[in-house]
Each structure stands twice: as C-alpha cells, then as structure tokens.
C-alpha cells in the first residue's frame, strides 16, 4: 500500500545577520517582503521573520552577541525568486532600484541571461529570475 500523501511542508529560511536592521531595507522595501514576526531577547537572540501571510516559505534573520555571524561565505550563496511573468518581474526589479538596490554581476552568468543579482548588507544575494520553474 503506498503510503498517504502529505500536504507540502512550509519552508522556513533562516540565517544570522549582524545587524537585522541594515537588512530590512533590502527584504522589507526591496524585495516587498512583509515582516511577520519580530521578537527581542529570546533565549539571547533577537530576529525577524519576513515573507508573505500566505507564501509557503518565510525568511527569518537572527542576531546574537554571542557569536557575530560575518558575511557572506561565497557570491553563489542565493536565495532565487522565480518569476515568469514579465511585467511583475519588471515590476521586481524596479521595486529594488528604487528602493536604493543596483544589480551586481551574478557570481555564475547563467543567473544574468534571464535575471538580476542583488546583494544584501551581509553580502548574501537574491536573484529574481524572468523565467518558469520548469522543475
């Protein structure tokens, strides 16, 4: 008998930071992500959720004095948004331009032929891709 079929789990994306608020700029006004949840002094750490009421992921930066987090490891660490339709990823792009965010060259060019790269204040990269996830 095949076992039952679950419901897709909710993806929670998190990482240190340094300095939450340097970070909001570029997830809250660039990318239009909301903050969910904010929360000061748990257990030693502070954080932030960000992402849509509704999306089945969120984005979640916590900062602790205990261990500073540093930047980014590599350039190809990227955090991908895939949007087919052009006029919302014009739109995408647009919204980080004016939210004060120019596109970097992609570490890997393949990310540039049909996207933009742009870099967080940690040094870590999101690239919103003009294209379907064909996966």
């Given at each position: 008998?095949?076992?039952?079929?679950?419901?897709?789990?909710?993806?929670?994306?998190?990482?240190?930071?340094?300095?939450?608020?340097?970070?909001?700029?570029?997830?809250?006004?660039?990318?239009?992500?909301?903050?969910?949840?904010?929360?000061?002094?748990?257990?030693?750490?502070?954080?932030?959720?960000?992402?849509?009421?509704?999306?089945?992921?969120?984005?979640?930066?916590?900062?602790?004095?205990?261990h500073?987090?540093?930047?980014?490891?590599?350039q190809?660490?990227?955090?991908?948004?895939?949007?087919?339709?052009?006029?919302?990823?014009?739109?995408?792009?647009?919204?980080?331009?004016?939210?004060?965010f120019?596109?970097?060259?992609?570490?890997?060019?393949?990310?540039?032929a049909?996207?933009?790269?742009?870099?967080?204040?940690?040094?870590?990269?999101?690239?919103?891709?003009?294209?379907?996830w064909?996966?």
């Amino acid at each position: 008998m095949p076992a039952p079929k679950l419901p897709p789990p909710k993806l929670r994306v998190a990482r240190p930071t340094d300095d939450i608020d340097a970070l909001l700029p570029f997830y809250r006004d660039g990318l239009g992500l909301e903050v969910l949840y904010r929360f000061d002094g748990h257990g030693g750490f502070d954080g932030v959720m960000l992402g849509h009421p509704d999306a089945p992921y969120h984005l979640e930066f916590t900062r602790t004095e205990a261990h500073p987090a540093g930047r980014a490891p590599t350039q190809d660490n990227l955090l991908v948004f895939y949007l087919p339709d052009q006029q919302a990823w014009r739109a995408a792009v647009d919204r980080m331009e004016q939210a004060g965010f120019a596109a970097v060259p992609a570490f890997n060019p393949y990310w540039d032929a049909a996207g933009r790269t742009f870099e967080d204040a940690d040094g870590y990269r999101v690239v919103l891709q003009n294209a379907a996830w064909s996966i």
